[in-house]
């Protein structure tokens, strides 16, 4: 429900998931169904019926440039169906252009076939069935989801491993204590922090949005567990630990990667016919913004840099980014719940004025040193030393 489009900022608005159900006939279903997480295939549902609403979204239309003249913005947009281009003016930029797969150097440039990342399963998931193995790189929720997606093909023969180089399956961290890190609170003592210390925190919070599913790792188990009851030997194999360091083609057109097992230091090799990067995503900037480059800020490490309110350009009113500021905001940058609260800042600022209201203190939690605490510390220590000196 925190993940829909809208509520966390106008819980009345029209364009609810709430909204979506009852006008599809599914509140009561939903309702008695008692699960918050709603389905992948519910939701895209869901975004469509909001889209197909809302007549100033242009699909099918690719920003070729963007140059800055006077004052104003002017895109220059390929209409993708009739091939002609056509121009935009604005005063205001948001870059939503969100991430792309993140696939490593040696499997780029090589071009292999039958390697694919996790965002052309579903396409090409018959071809997978019809071969003989796969092995799925990574230890996220798309490896988790696909891995287990794939399971019932094991009594057809398929063979399927699971590599990951880290040292287990990571739940995704779920409580609620923890989930108060998505709060605005937290995002604020995030964002105040030094480039290097947001560095190491985010290092050390992957299992904050990169783990699998809690119930998820314990459906894949009991899937096992359950086809395994006869004592049958299973042609599914999860290994952690293992760096994958190259992929090639062999001579019957199959797959040979070869990995280091990290903790061992030992390299071995295995062969599959498919092989699925389960290896996330990165944030490219668009080139369409290359014109409009002397009006970006960046950091000491040419990284964007991003306003607490997601401004990127020289003036701080201008140009705005979505899902481009991991590194400044934290990991809550992705996270789909707070996509409302990031919309409320850009659109308020844009305006000027509050559009929406934005929360302020929602967690119980409180982050970082208490307000004049410190202050009051160091007036205390030099009483202290004063009275030791006499």
């Not at 963007?66 to 002017?74: A, E, F, H, Q, T």
């Not at 287990?148 to 063979?159: R, V």
């Not at 922090?193 to 459906?219: H, P, T, V």
């Amino acid at each position: 429900m925190g993940t829909d489009l809208v509520t966390m900022a106008d819980p009345k608005s029209r364009f609810s998931f709430l909204n979506y159900l009852k006008e599809n006939d599914r509140l009561y279903k939903f309702f008695i169904r008692e699960n918050f997480f709603i389905l992948r295939k519910e939701y895209n549902s869901y975004c469509k019926w909001v889209a197909l609403q809302l007549d100033n979204c242009r699909f099918g239309h690719q920003v070729i440039s963007v140059i800055y003249d006077k004052g104003l913005y002017i895109l220059s947009v390929k209409n993708m169906s009739t091939g002609k281009e056509e121009e935009y003016i604005t005063k205001k930029l948001v870059l939503g252009t969100g991430t792309q797969p993140n696939i490593p150097d040696f499997a780029n440039r090589q071009q292999l076939p039958k390697v694919l990342h996790t965002s052309q399963y579903q396409f090409r998931k018959s071809e997978i069935l019809n071969s003989t193995s796969v092995s799925i790189i990574g230890s996220g929720q798309s490896a988790a989801e696909i891995f287990s997606d794939l399971l019932p093909e094991l009594e057809s023969g398929l063979k399927i491993n699971w590599f990951t180089r880290s040292e287990r399956y990571f739940p995704l961290e779920y409580s609620k204590l923890t989930l108060e890190l998505t709060s605005p609170e937290y995002v604020d003592y995030f964002y105040h922090l030094s480039s290097e210390k947001r560095r190491q925190i985010l290092n050390a919070q992957n299992g904050l949005y990169k783990g699998i599913n809690f119930d998820l790792i314990s459906s894949i188990f009991d899937k096992l567990y359950e086809m395994s009851v006869d004592n049958t030997e299973l042609p599914a194999f999860l290994r952690t630990n293992c760096r994958l360091n190259s992929i090639s083609s062999t001579l019957k057109g199959s797959n040979l990667l070869e990995f280091t097992e990290v903790h061992q230091q030992r390299n071995f090799t295995s062969e599959s016919d498919y092989v699925i990067l389960a290896t996330g995503y990165k944030y490219n900037e668009p080139a369409c913004i290359e014109g409009i480059q002397s009006r970006i800020m960046r950091t000491s490490e040419n990284l964007l840099n991003v306003s607490r309110n997601y401004t990127v350009d020289i003036n701080n009113n201008e140009i705005f980014v979505q899902n481009a500021e991991l590194h400044s905001h934290g990991f809550v940058s992705p996270d789909l719940g707070m996509g409302a609260y990031r919309n409320s800042r850009i659109i308020n600022t844009i305006a000027g004025k509050e559009i929406y209201r934005v929360e302020k203190r929602i967690a119980f939690q409180e982050f970082g040193v208490p307000v004049n605490s410190e202050e009051k510390f160091q007036e205390g220590e030099s009483i202290k030393n004063l009275a030791e000196s006499l």
